[in-house]
């Protein structure tokens, strides 16, 4: 990236985020006026105690497809492993990741 790709305006970033924290939740506007801090900022809710409520906040490649249905899967109550929910006849289809 070369100085001529970077705005020459004063910038303003604001990213939503729906986070839970010490027992509340809610929405939470981080704003900046570099990207970089911006970034920062978000890693910096984790070290306050301060979590995003959905996996929907992940990154999308963070996410498993189910190789059955092609779609993404859903974050299971324990953390770090995820399964599809997709139909399957009177049950729910068996794959599942971590
Ligand atoms: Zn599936």
Excluded at 2 to 20: I, R
Excluded at 42 to 63: D, F, M
């Amino acid at each position: 990236m070369t100085q001529a790709d970077l705005p020459a305006g004063e910038m303003k970033y604001s990213f939503k985020v729906h986070v839970q924290a010490h027992g509340f939740a809610g929405d939470q506007i981080i704003s900046s006026t570099t990207v970089n801090d911006l970034v920062k900022s978000i890693r910096l809710l984790g070290h306050a105690g301060i979590e995003p409520t959905t996996a929907a906040t992940l990154p999308i490649g963070n996410t498993p497809v189910c190789p059955v249905h092609q779609r993404p899967m859903k974050a299971s109550k324990r953390p770090g492993s995820f399964f599809c929910t997709a139909k399957v006849g009177e049950g729910y289809c068996q794959e599942k990741a971590c």
